[in-house]
């Protein structure tokens, strides 16, 4: 997959630009209006904690094997860590076993491919955790404000450990412009950050299904 713009500047705002139309896609589905609104029923929001431990599993674990690495390494950041929370999340939820549906298995296959590749993998990381710093931050107010949950349950979404989310964002983009990228693996982590974003909307889609919401949500 090639990237879908030019590079034009720097790795940060050519990584929001490629992203955009996919990234307004996933915010359009019917599964994060519902969520946002308010409408989706508890066990629909542990359904998206449920998939969200396969994923950041295999996520960490890629993290752990290239934490020497001098591209990968530094962005692997303890206190950007969600497989703790998310555990103690689905035990206030009640889960049991998480239920992991066939979108977020091709996902986890994804990051289990490019485990070894420092561009593939932090396009990755990028697509994940920045988004947990910002859009992430108005779920778990909402997790509150629909829910009354408060504490385990929306752990997930508590980066106090980082202080200011928009500070750190903003170091975030500045180790993502000050790495040393080739030209090339610039190319390729833009490209798969634009996978990223279509394997996590695939999910969206079929746990939309999954909790009766088909269809987008009309506007």
């Known amino acids: 997959m090639a990237a879908t713009s030019p590079i034009t500047g720097t790795l940060s705002a050519d990584l929001?630009?490629?992203?955009?139309?996919?990234?307004?896609?996933?915010?359009?589905?019917?599964?994060?209006?519902?969520?946002?609104?308010?409408?989706?029923?508890?066990?629909?929001?542990?359904?998206?904690?449920?998939?969200?431990?396969?994923?950041?599993?295999?996520?960490?674990?890629?993290?752990?094997?290239?934490?020497?690495?001098?591209?990968?390494?530094?962005f692997v950041i303890d206190g950007l860590r969600r497989v703790p929370a998310l555990h103690a999340d689905l035990d206030a939820l009640g889960g049991g076993v998480p239920r992991v549906l066939p979108a977020t298995t091709a996902y986890v296959q994804r990051l289990r491919?490019?485990?070894a590749d420092p561009a593939l993998f932090v396009a990755h990381h990028y697509t994940r955790y920045l988004g947990d710093l910002a859009g992430g931050q108005v779920i778990g107010k909402v997790l509150g404000r629909t829910y009354g949950i408060e504490g385990p349950g929306r752990l997930f979404y508590d980066f106090s450990e980082l202080g200011?989310?928009?500070?750190?964002?903003?170091?975030?983009?500045?180790?993502?412009?000050?790495?040393?990228?080739?030209?090339?693996?610039?190319?390729?982590?833009?490209?798969?950050?634009?996978?990223?974003?279509?394997?996590?909307?695939a999910m969206f889609e079929q746990m939309a299904e999954e909790v009766g919401l088909a269809q987008p949500l009309a506007s």
């Not at 030209?183 to 490209?191: G, I, K, N, Y």
């Open 16 to 74: 929001r630009q490629v992203t955009q139309p996919v990234h307004d896609q996933l915010n359009r589905s019917s599964y994060v209006a519902a969520l946002l609104d308010g409408v989706l029923p508890l066990d629909g929001y542990t359904l998206l904690a449920e998939q969200y431990v396969a994923i950041y599993t295999a996520l960490e674990a890629a993290g752990d094997a290239l934490a020497g690495d001098p591209l990968a390494g530094p």
């Open 164 to 201: 200011s989310p928009p500070r750190f964002r903003t170091h975030y983009r500045a180790l993502l412009d000050d790495t040393p990228w080739t030209l090339v693996e610039r190319e390729r982590l833009l490209a798969e950050a634009v996978r990223a974003f279509e394997l996590n909307h």
């Open 113 to 115: 491919e490019v485990a």
